[in-house]
């Protein structure tokens, strides 16, 4: 089978999966009573209006790591070098034990600094395999070689980006598109890297993810939960370290390449900063719950909940087109362009939005 059906088969296996899944758990959960009420939410954050089942990231899991294992069992996955080998384990272990710890989350409701403490050592262990940053670029400087460094800011780059995507997670819809969109762009320039494996796994979140929004997007009928957060966020994190910054040493563009994922991936990495200094200017916990997100801006500016969600779609696909021009693709810049006219449309009409309600 030629290397690109491998890829389109892991999309579409991951998308059949979760749309056959994920009504089956959405019943088992109502059955079981394993919802999110929006009737316990102290701090008023939360959207929805009645009580929703928050396990759909079992089906994007379940999706994804299907995919995965009939695409390994047709040998899509080719002939690994031993180290490659270690590093696509240590990506899709890494995913499943982040799983795990969202799961836990959703059923029996850890407390921050467990989940924190969990997450490191999962971050850890994915780095002592390969899942690593080696390298830091300077602007108008060569790559600078990070040697034992390397450690805490994998993990701080792993650990952050589950968090972050666990984070956006507040309207229907919008973390399962913007990881969906993120997931494809990730795609493609795996691809163009010769990352063929890391290409596959982001093929199958795409999939599945992309497919969890026939039961997510507004209104929803299903949540994903952290358990689907957290997997979504970390496998992101892990295709970005090993298919696109692993590559920077020996790439034509290898600045550009480090940075590649960091700009794919920037609508949620600024959201959380942006948050995090916020609540640590006023001596606030970074992890308290609040409303500072970009998308409880815009609702608060009047924009509508779709509107909102599908100009952060925009927004996410637009980072993904200047990643796309930077990474010198045939026709990147071209899709830049596109995206930059789409955001442009979609943020008039959110302007006149905000703009009809506050006259």
């Known amino acids: 089978m030629p290397g690109e059906l491998y890829h389109l088969a892991a999309f579409f296996i991951a998308l059949a999966v979760v749309w ?3 009504p089956i758990i959405n019943r088992f959960g109502r059955k079981q009573g394993l919802v999110d009420n929006p009737k316990n939410d102290e701090n008023n ?4 209006q009645r009580p929703m089942v928050r396990l759909g990231g079992v089906s994007i899991f379940a999706g994804t790591i299907t995919a995965l294992l009939l695409v390994w069992v047709f040998g899509g996955f080719g002939w690994l070098p031993p180290n490659k080998e270690w590093e696509i384990w240590g990506v899709t272990l890494g995913g499943v034990a982040f799983f795990l710890i969202g799961l836990a989350d959703d059923l029996y409701n850890l407390s921050p600094m467990r989940r924190l403490i969990l997450q490191t050592v ?24 990070l040697g034992w460094f390397s450690l805490p800011i994998t993990v701080i780059w792993l650990v952050g980006m589950a968090n972050a995507i666990n984070w956006i997670d507040g309207l229907d819809g919008l973390a399962a598109g913007g990881c969906g969109i993120s997931a494809v762009v990730m795609m493609v320039l795996t691809l163009f890297m010769g990352q063929t494996a890391a290409a596959l796994i982001a093929a199958a979140l795409a999939g599945a993810a992309l497919g969890f929004l026939r039961y997510n997007f507004n209104p929803a009928q299903i949540f994903m939960g952290d358990g689907g957060a957290y997997f979504m966020g970390f496998t992101l994190a892990g295709v970005g370290a090993v298919g696109l910054v692993k590559v920077a040493a020996v790439a034509t563009v290898a600045v550009t390449a480090v940075l590649l994922p960091f700009v794919v991936l920037a609508v949620p990495i600024v959201d959380m900063s942006a948050v995090i200094i916020s609540r640590l200017s006023q001596g606030k916990s970074p992890f308290s719950a609040d409303k ?14 779709r509107l909102t969600v599908l100009f952060i779609y925009a927004l996410t696909l637009w980072v993904g087109s200047i990643a796309l021009g930077l990474s010198n693709i045939p026709s990147g810049w071209g899709f830049a362009i596109g995206a930059t006219i789409l955001l442009g449309s979609v943020g008039w009409q959110a302007w006149r939005k905000s703009r009809k309600i506050r006259n």
Request: charged share 15%; with cysteine; hydrophobic share 45%.
């Open 122 to 145: 999962v971050a850890s262990c994915a780095w002592g395999v390969g899942v690593r940053i080696d390298f830091l670029s300077v602007p108008f400087a060569d790559l600078i070689q």
């Open 292 to 305: 500072r997100h970009l998308h409880h801006r815009l609702i608060q500016a009047g924009i509508s909940h």
């Open 45 to 48: 954050r939360k959207m929805h």
């Open 20 to 22: 056959w899944s994920t």
